[in-house]
């Protein structure tokens, strides 16, 4: 199992964009996935998660400015981030728990950078 995330960019502060992050592969179900995100030095922190069921959970810092949801029948999942800032610059990550026929474990994406600047 894959997973490819997308939707990064140069956005000006104030600005919003939309990550994706989309996997593949045969017979897999996806359990929680994360949206995390690190910047040069220091550790990759995580920004959002969502269940399988749709229950979410956020970084208090981004709270009322990013949103997670999923897709299950396209086995996706995004973050619309709106009212962005300079610090929210970062590469962004997502990670999942896949399960397959045969075990469980974390997959992740590649990450995909999104710089806020004016």
């Known amino acids: 199992v894959q997973l490819q995330a997308s939707g990064g960019g140069l956005v000006q502060p104030g600005g919003s964009l939309r990550l994706s992050c989309a996997a593949s592969?045969?017979?897999?179900?996806?359990?929680?996935v994360g949206w995390y995100r690190q910047t040069p030095g220091n550790q990759r922190e995580l920004v959002a998660a969502i269940t399988s069921g749709g229950s979410t959970n956020y970084a208090d810092s981004l709270k009322g400015r990013f949103t997670i949801s999923r897709d299950n029948a396209k086995n996706s999942v995004y973050l619309q981030m709106n009212s962005l800032k300079p610090e929210d610059t970062a590469v962004y990550y997502c990670?999942?728990?896949?399960?397959?026929?045969?075990?469980?474990?974390?997959?992740w994406g590649q990450g995909t950078e999104v710089t806020v600047s004016s």
């Open positions: 990670n999942a728990m896949v399960i397959t026929t045969t075990k469980v474990a974390a997959v």
């Open positions: 592969g045969n017979d897999f179900s996806i359990a929680v």
